[in-house]
C-alpha cells in the first residue's frame, strides 16, 4: 500500500462520519478503508494490530487511538491543520483516556 490509509470501523456511525468529516476536509490524500474489510483486515494484520480503535497507516507506520485522530489533522486543509501542534501539548495517557471513553460509547450513538 503506496497511500497513506485510515482504517475506520465501517459498523459504527460516529466513525464513518468522522471519515467523511475529514476526507471532505483533506487537502493531502488519505484513503478511507473499513477495518472489516478484506483489504482493512489484511492491513491490519501485516502491523500486527488487534486493539478495537481507529488506525493511521502514515508513511508505513501505524499509529492507533488519540496518535492516529490527532495525525489526521495533518491531511486536512490549513484551518484545520493548525490545532495539531496544539493537540500534542495533552499528555498521551490523557488523551488516550478521553479516545477510549468516548469510543466506549460510540456504538450507542
Known sequence: MAKDALLIDGLCALCTKTGSFIKNRQAKELELIEQNSDEGMRILE???????????????????????????LLYMKWNWRWMYPFAWIIPLPIRDIAYILISKVRKKI
Open 46 to 72: 501485516d502491523h500486527g494490530i488487534t486493539i478495537d480503535s481507529v488506525v493511521l497507516i502514515r508513511n508505513g507506520k501505524a499509529y492507533t487511538r488519540s496518535s492516529a485522530a490527532i495525525r489526521c
